[in-house]
């Protein structure tokens, strides 16, 4: 059974930093490309970060680059998104998401973690 396990959402002040966690099972994960989404009410899911699935790249939405920072630890089956220098419009709930990066692009979400940044 595919499972992936957000954790480490919560609530923050500006200027703060949390850590999210993806655990990952029942798949190989290190054949998969890992990324983070985030979604509020009203708009659309985007893509916050993503991972190659041994790691070597990176790839970071605009409004994030220089603040948040995306690995892996393909021996614990997990995927970490540190978020630094929280903003208000960070809030919103983060996903999870695998895509396996050989054809075909089996595709898995979690569950969502909601962040929260505020005074």
């Known amino acids: 059974q595919v499972q992936l396990v957000e954790s480490g959402g919560g609530l923050v002040q500006p200027g703060g930093s949390l850590r999210l966690s993806c655990a990952a099972s029942?798949?190989?994960?290190?054949?998969?490309?890992m990324s983070w989404y985030r979604q509020t009410p009203g708009k659309e899911r985007e893509l916050v970060a993503s991972?190659?699935?041994?790691?070597?790249?990176?790839n970071y939405a605009d409004s994030v680059k220089g603040r948040f920072s995306i690995s892996r630890d393909n021996h614990k089956n997990t995927v970490f998104l540190q978020m630094n220098s929280l903003k208000a419009e960070d809030t919103a709930v983060y996903y999870c998401k695998a895509t396996r990066s050989v054809y075909p692009p089996y595709t898995y979400w979690g569950q969502g973690t909601q962040v929260t940044v505020s005074s």
């Open positions: 991972i190659t699935s041994a790691g070597g790249s990176t």
């Open positions: 029942g798949f190989t994960f290190s054949n998969y490309v």
